[in-house]
């Protein structure tokens, strides 16, 4: 692999919390603190791609680097595809990694995690997980599940994802985190292909891949991410940062 580029996508009209990677934590937007998990894991150079020019004042302001891409976008990894060909036209970096910028807590040590699947040349795309251990996220349809099997040490094939409890039986179950490490080959055709049957289903952008025969591979880590996506996840980001300052 060469130098992996760090992409971050960042829109601000969310639907259940509006302009959400402007809100303050800690004393800065949410992006900013994105950013700079992003930056601190040290995997390669960090790109913030929005729709909104004050998003890229605000990371340019902390000396980093932000794009502008279309309003149009449907998703985040169509987000992805446009500012790598803005940023990268020539094609050096041959692996994106996806941090959603809605995850202003992560460990950067977790960002990281999501590479050792691509040295593996039958992977396509590689993510990251976690054991779920409350009961309620296991009912919960917005806690995604991965449904896989070991290939290794802490590592599991992706075989389905599914906001349903699965799979049945006993056994440890998954919570899927929405962070991607792409070879490029795979997210230039990922975002070329039309919506997968299951994928409109379940509403989950990461079946296309499956039902087009791409490989995803998984790594189990110990820490899951707070996503902010309603004023409570906000609450909790906001009482997380205070504590950690405290410490």
Known sequence: ???????????????????????EIAGEPMIVHVWRRAVEAGIGPVVVAT??????????????????TSLDHASGSDRLAEALETID???????????????????????????PPL??????????????TRADEAENPNVVKLVGHHVGPGRLRALYFSRSRAPWGDGP??????????????????????????EQREKLEQLRALEAGMRIDAMIVDDLPLGVDTQAD????RALMARRRLN
């Open 1 to 23: 692999m060469s130098d992996p580029l760090v992409l971050i996508p960042a829109r601000l009209a969310a639907t259940r919390l509006p302009n959400k990677p402007l809100a």
């Open 51 to 68: 729709d909104t020019a004050e998003i890229v004042t605000l990371i340019e302001a902390q000396g980093g680097l932000a794009v502008m």
């Open 89 to 115: 036209p020539e094609g050096r970096h041959d692996v994106v990694v996806n941090v959603q910028g809605d995850l202003p807590t992560i460990d950067p040590a977790v960002i990281g995690a999501v590479l």
């Open 119 to 132: 040295s593996d040349p039958s992977v396509d795309i590689a993510t990251l997980c976690a054991v779920i």
């Open 173 to 198: 179950l998954f919570h899927h985190i929405g962070l991607y490490a792409y070879r490029r080959k795979a997210l230039t055709r990922f975002v070329a292909l039309p919506q997968g049957e299951l």
């Open 234 to 237: 906000l609450d909790r980001a």
